[in-house]
């Protein structure tokens, strides 16, 4: 019987599933949700069934911070041989204003004879924020109305739906075209574009159709703005040119693409914004210099507030 139970639980151990083993901070920081995981590296802190929660580094979006700090949670989570559900709340320990909120599942496992931590299967059931990078503030600006179907699609991306963030992404572009656009003309007049070139930007702007109106100023949007020597509108027109319902456009193809928007879109509201404000900086910098008087003005001009010019006109008094 022994033999057959050693036999049997051999075989069992065979058939489970296996999971990825990961650091219980991993966990956290990187794995998406809907993915069971093993961790392996749990450790007791009070009695041999309460483990220990890892710091973790997580984006802080507070003004005092905004990026990358360590976020503390306070709880400490009890582990059994049956599964338990838990939600823990880590807080930024710099500004103590911003959490990230974790609903997991988790359920001890046996660990290796030679672990010193104890094991455990577990899954991410959801995070808020969601999970993924930080979307930057200037793609946000530049989606404008369309904020929370990007942030739809972005969820659908990090969970790996790729018709479901294809979709979003394209409603979010041919939805917000005209402001595309308009950001594009911003930038074309900061660095001098003719005015036929501005009058093809606002028919483009008038122009119904996504495609069209893309084609009619792919050919002048300014050099500042291509994405490693490409057009980025060129780019997105091919993206989404694809219908949903061609037999190419397997999930994973849509997932593909769909990461191709959302970077395109990023790297274009980069360029577009750096170009705006290099322009500010560049035109702050000239009024500056051209309100500090000359040299000659004040050599001249003494404290009577005449230029050097105005004098210079002036014939010399005789002496007497």
Not at 232 to 242: G, I, R, V, W
Request: hydrophobic share 40%.
């Amino acid at each position: 019987m022994d033999v057959q139970a050693a036999e049997l639980k051999a075989r069992a151990e065979k058939l489970r599933a296996k999971y990825p083993e990961v650091a219980f901070k991993s966990f956290l920081e990187e794995i998406p949700p809907d993915t069971y995981v093993y961790l392996t590296d749990l450790k007791v802190t009070r009695g041999d069934r309460y483990i220990e929660t890892s710091d973790i580094h997580y984006f802080c979006e507070s003004d005092g911070c905004n990026g990358v700090r360590i976020f503390r949670c306070a709880e400490t989570v009890f582990i059994d041989m049956s599964w338990r559900f838990e939600f823990l709340k880590y807080v930024c320990r710099n500004c103590g204003t911003q959490s990230v909120r974790f609903a997991i599942a988790i359920c001890q496992r046996t660990a290796p004879a030679d672990s010193p931590t104890l094991w455990a299967t577990c899954i991410k059931l959801g995070q808020v924020p969601s999970f993924g990078p930080q979307t930057p503030a200037r793609l946000i600006s530049l989606i404008g109305p369309d904020r929370d179907l990007f942030l739809q699609g972005r969820r659908a991306e990090n969970r790996g739906l790729g018709i479901g963030a294809f979709a979003y992404y394209r409603r979010v572009v041919e939805n917000q075209k005209n402001r595309i656009i308009s950001e594009i003309a911003r930038v074309a007049k900061t660095v001098g574009c003719s005015e036929e070139t501005s009058k093809l930007f606002a028919a483009a702007k008038g122009e119904t159709q996504f495609s069209k109106s893309m084609m009619m100023v792919k050919d002048v949007i300014p050099q500042t703005l291509l994405i490693r020597g490409q057009n980025p509108l060129t780019l997105l027109h091919s993206a989404l040119s694809k219908g949903l319902h061609s037999p190419e456009m397997t999930d994973e193809r849509c997932l593909q693409l769909a990461k191709s928007i959302r970077t395109v879109l990023g790297e274009l509201a980069d360029r577009a914004s750096e170009a705006l404000k290099n322009d500010q900086e560049i035109q702050s910098a000239l009024n500056a210099l051209m309100a500090i008087p000359s040299e000659s003005n004040e050599a001249t001009g003494g404290g009577d507030g005449q230029s050097g010019a105005a004098l210079a006109g002036k014939e010399p008094h005789e002496a007497t």
